[in-house]
């Protein structure tokens, strides 16, 4: 059954990558209490509780839309929700998904814990099927410290946000559902594109089989069939191979994307039945330039946080995310450097059907600690393979500003962790370039990405004039730091300014309003800065791309072209032509 209501938040299927039509939706009220104290546990609220308070998830206890919006430092809190299930789920597998749980989630069912999981980023399921009855009752414990060892991005660790760090956002932040599933059903699927030779090798994961069990496999675009193909399951992922005549590939400017039914059968019976989709694209490096699809790809790209501001982390509807993607993409942008958060999968499904470039960036903890190094190792890998799908995706971002790697411009440590860290990331994922550092200090990067926060363009053109595929080093650029850690040459990678201008407008109003640099005075002045600092960057032939800070405000941070609320400061069409021009 689809459960979508509308009494219930975030009605929409939560997984667009890997779709079942048999769901229940367990968005909406639940019971809330705060454990200032911490005594949960000891008290097992988990069997038996009076929880004093009602929210509305998925949205955290900080934002509006949750009915409490509390924005005080609340490190311990707990979530229950009564569910029944209908009859005809019984004999059947049942799994309860978190689509994202900040930071460490523990869940009962009926007083029965069934799992745990620690990354505030990454999804997660827990096969409840032993512990059911008809008449059911959830409870969550999350666990999100002020600690800067945890992978938090933007979430400040500090009572109030401030500078460049915003509201936390604490406990169930994405979709809560059930899913019934058979003894032998389908766990993942994989799908790696080859431009060159016009076919896809699509890898999916089983659980569960027999002799007889078997997959089938549907490819279709734009409403015209393209392969079915049925073949044995040969152990715990199967591989298929499919050529696909004059292939159409995707991109920005030709969204095309292929739809794929995958089913298992096992003596003509169907087991599972998942709906997923692909792009066939490539990104692949020449020398200094970025190609995708084998040509040269000038990145346009603008600084995406993922904030809200009614639902601080979570959009309040999927009509939102489109609607920044369109945004995007009508101010002439061609992709988002989303910044410092791993999004909600139905952002980039917006951005894989509408076409719009997206570097995926890891929120970084804020200190170099044998904690914060093992919270990494446990969720990075866990990113990667949630999102690997994403033809939006073109590369992967670890590191931003030497956040969560303190040293790594001269101390030998952070700089082995680093190099590891990008060596699994291509182990993982052979498919796309990585950025291993934004800003400075590179250990071991497919892209030297460097920030500029000068708001004097012929600066901008003189600091970036002195690269070229055949100098030895890099210039410094903001904050007095090197493009290269100690040790480390440049060695002709495509080279991007990945964050510029952030200016602001005289007419922002919070008292702790700030951009960089002086505001601009009025609109005409906004957009003849943005005019100059963007043409200082294009005119240098060796530098692959730029990225805007940013495309709205967040908070006190109020730079974007956009205001909060996705009002446009500037005139759309003007700042369109500025990038198309470039």
């Given amino acids: 059954m689809d459960s979508a209501s509308n009494d219930i938040p975030r009605p929409e299927y939560p997984r667009p990558s890997f779709v079942r039509e048999d769901w229940i939706n367990l968005n909406g009220t639940w019971e809330f209490e705060f454990d200032g104290s911490d005594v949960g546990l000891a008290e097992r609220w988990f069997q038996d509780h009076q929880f004093s308070r009602r929210i509305r998830v998925p949205f955290t206890f900080e934002s509006g839309l949750s009915g409490i919006n509390d ?10 929700k009564r569910f029944r299930l209908p009859d005809v789920y019984r004999g059947r597998r049942i799994m309860l998904n978190f689509g994202a749980v900040d930071y460490k989630g523990t869940v009962w069912v009926n007083g029965k814990l069934v799992g745990e999981h620690r990354g505030g980023f990454t999804p997660f399921g827990c096969d409840i099927t032993e512990c059911l009855r008809r008449e059911n009752i959830v409870v969550v414990r999350s666990e999100d410290r002020l600690s800067k060892a945890q992978p938090r991005g933007k979430q400040h660790w500090e009572p109030g946000s401030s500078g460049i760090h915003y509201t936390r956002a604490t406990g169930i932040w994405q979709t809560v559902w059930l ?5 032998f059903h389908l766990t993942s699927v994989r799908f790696y594109p080859d431009v060159e030779k016009s076919r896809v090798k699509v890898v999916v994961g089983v659980s569960g089989r027999t002799d007889a069990t078997q997959i089938k496999a549907r490819f279709s675009s734009g409403g015209q069939a ?8 040969s152990g715990d992922e199967t591989t298929l191979e499919i050529w696909l005549k004059e292939p159409r590939l995707w991109s920005p ?21 998942v709906l997923s989709y692909f792009g066939m694209r490539s990104i692949s490096i020449d020398g200094g330039r970025l190609l995708l699809n084998g040509r040269p790809c000038y990145l346009r790209f603008v600084l995406d946080q993922g904030y809200y501001p009614d639902g601080i982390y979570t959009a309040p509807n999927d009509e939102a995310f489109k609607r920044d993607v369109e945004m995007a993409k009508a101010l002439g942008f061609n992709g988002v450097r989303k910044h410092q958060k791993i999004e909600d999968p139905r952002y980039y499904y917006w951005c894989d059907k509408l076409g719009l470039l997206v570097w995926g960036e890891m929120g970084n903890s804020h200190e170099f600690t ?4 093992a919270n990494f190792a446990v969720e990075w890998p866990q990113v990667i393979k949630a999102n690997f799908n994403h033809p939006s995706i073109i590369t992967w971002v670890p590191f931003n500003e030497s956040w969560g790697i303190d040293g790594v411009q001269d101390r030998d440590r952070p700089q082995e962790f680093v190099g590891q860290i990008v060596a699994y990331t291509r182990s993982l994922d052979p498919t796309r370039p990585v950025v291993d550092n934004s800003g400075w200090s590179h250990v071991d990067t497919d892209i030297v990405d460097l920030h500029e926060y000068s708001q004097d363009a012929d600066r901008i053109h003189h600091t970036l004039s002195s690269i070229s595929p055949a100098c030895a080093a890099l210039p410094t650029c903001s904050h007095e730091m090197p493009a290269m850690a100690e040790g480390f040459t440049y060695s002709g990678q495509p080279v991007v300014l990945s964050e510029y201008g952030g200016i602001a407008l005289h007419t922002d ?10 505001a601009a005075s009025n609109t005409a002045d906004l957009t003849e800065r943005y005019r100059d600092l963007t043409e200082s960057i294009v005119r240098n ?3 692959a791309g730029y990225c805007y800070t940013q495309l709205y405000d967040v908070e006190q941070e109020m730079n ?6 996705r009002q446009p400061k500037v005139e759309v069409e003007t700042i369109a032509k500025i990038n198309q021009e470039g």
């Avoid at 899913?179 to 003894?183: Q, T």
């Avoid at 393209?226 to 399951?233: C, E, K, L, T």
């Fill in 71 to 80: 924005t005080s430092p609340r490190e311990v809190v707990w979530y229950r």
């Fill in 179 to 183: 899913e019934p599933l058979s003894a």
């Fill in 226 to 233: 393209h392969a079915d193909i049925m073949m044995p399951v």
């Fill in 253 to 273: 400017a030709q969204p095309n994307l292929y739809n794929v039914v995958i089913e298992l059968h096992e003596n003509g019976k169907v087991h599972d039945r």
């Fill in 370 to 373: 044998d904690t914060s190094v």
């Fill in 509 to 518: 109003t919070r008292d702790d309003a700030w951009g960089y640099g002086e």
């Fill in 541 to 543: 032939k060796f530098i």
């Fill in 560 to 565: 974007g072209l956009l205001t909060s609320d």
